[in-house]
C-alpha cells in the first residue's frame, strides 16, 4: 500500500514539473485582416503664398511727407501710398526746363535766322564768283592783245578761284542748316536730349507721389511723416491681389505618387475645420540634396477669406482610393520598404511568417494584395513573438494610426 502510494506521488509530481517546463506560449495582441474602403494620400506642410509680393521704396533721398495706409489694408491700381519731399528733384527739373528753352531757341534761331542769312551769303558769293571769272577772262584777252603782263591775268585767275571757293564754302554752310543738314538735325537732337532728360527730372518729381502698381493688401509699413527716406529704402510693402497659392515640400520617396493636375485638400493650422480645395500644379525639377524633399505648389482657385500670406496649412493630395479592399495597419508590415515586406500570422496558435504583396498605402494603413486572407490574425511586433513561438492571443484591438497626426479634415 505504502509502495502504491510512494508511486502515485512521483506520477504527480511529474505531472507538476512537466506543466511548468512545457512553455506557455508568449502572449501577443493581434489585428485582423478587414476590408474597408481606403485612401492613399501625400501630406505636405507649407505656407500660403501670394502671386507676388510688392515692395515699394523711395527713388531717391527724400522726406517722407505722408503715408495714406495702413497694414491689412487692400489697396487699388494707381492708389496713392505716400507722398515725399525732395528740392533736389525740383532743382533738376528746373535745370532740365533752362536747357530745352536754350536748345528750342537755337533751333528757332537755325530756322528764322541762320539759315536765310546763309542763303544771302550763297548768294552773294556766286555773284562775286561770276564777277571774277568774267575778270579773269577780260584779263586774259588784254594779256593776249599785249595790253597787260601776264601778272595781271594770274591775279584775276586767283581773284577768281577764292570767289568759287567762297561760294562752295556758302553754299554748304545752307546746306547743313536746310532739312538733313548736320547743324540743322544737331541742334534738333540737342532739343530731343533736353526734352528726355525734362522727361525723366519730372517722372522723379513725379516718383515722390508713391502709388500702388497693382492690386493688393499692405503687408507692412516702414515709415511715418517726418522720417528722411534714403535712396532704396523699402517703405511699404504690399501682397499682390490674384490667385491664392500653396508652397510646400513633401519627401522626395512620395515623388512617385505625385503629378500636375492631382486634386488636393488644405487645411489651415488656424482653422482646422474649414477645409478648401486645392490643385497640384508644380513639382520642382530637382530634390534638396540636404533635407531630401521636393517643392510642391497648389493653386487655391476659391481661396477662403481667412486665408493670409503665409499661413501655415498642411494640404492632402489624394493619389489613389478603393470603396473596399483587405487592409491592414502600416505598423504590423515588416520591411515594407524592401521587396518582399511580410507579417507574423497567428495559426493553430504558433506564428507563422507570410510574405504579402502590398498596394495603396493610407495614412497608416495599407493594403494587402496577396499573402492573407480577410479574418487572418496578423501579430503586432511590440508584443516581440518570433517565427515558430507559442502564442496565447489577447483579444484584438482597433488598429490605430501609428501616432501620425492627421489634420482636422484629412483623409484617414
Known sequence: MKRRNLILALAAAGLVAAAVLWPRGREVEVVSVARAPLTQSVVATGRIATPARIVIGSPLAATVLEVTVREGEPVRPGQVLARLRADDAEALVGQATAAL?????RFAQIESVSRPVAAQQLAQAEA????????AERARQLVAKGFYAQSKADDALRNAANAASAADTARAQLAAQQAGGSEREAARARVDQARAQLVNARARAAQLTLTAPAAGVVLTRKAEPGDVATAGKVLLELAEAGETRVYATVDEKNLRLLKPGQKARGVADAFPAQPFDAELYYLAPAVDPQRGTVETRFRVPAAPPFL????????????GHRDATLVLPAEV???????KPWV??????IATRAEVGLGLSGIGRVEILTGLAEGDQVVLPAGGALEGDRLRIREARKPKVSGVQVPQGMTR
Open 344 to 349: 507574423l500570422v497567428a495559426r493553430d496558435g
Open 128 to 135: 562775286n564768283r561770276k564777277v571774277a571769272l568774267a575778270e
Open 101 to 105: 528753352a536754350e536748345a528750342e531757341a
Open 308 to 319: 493670409r500670406p503665409d499661413m501655415t496649412v498642411s494640404v492632402e493630395t489624394v493619389t
Open 333 to 339: 508590415v515588416r520591411d515594407a520598404d524592401s521587396g
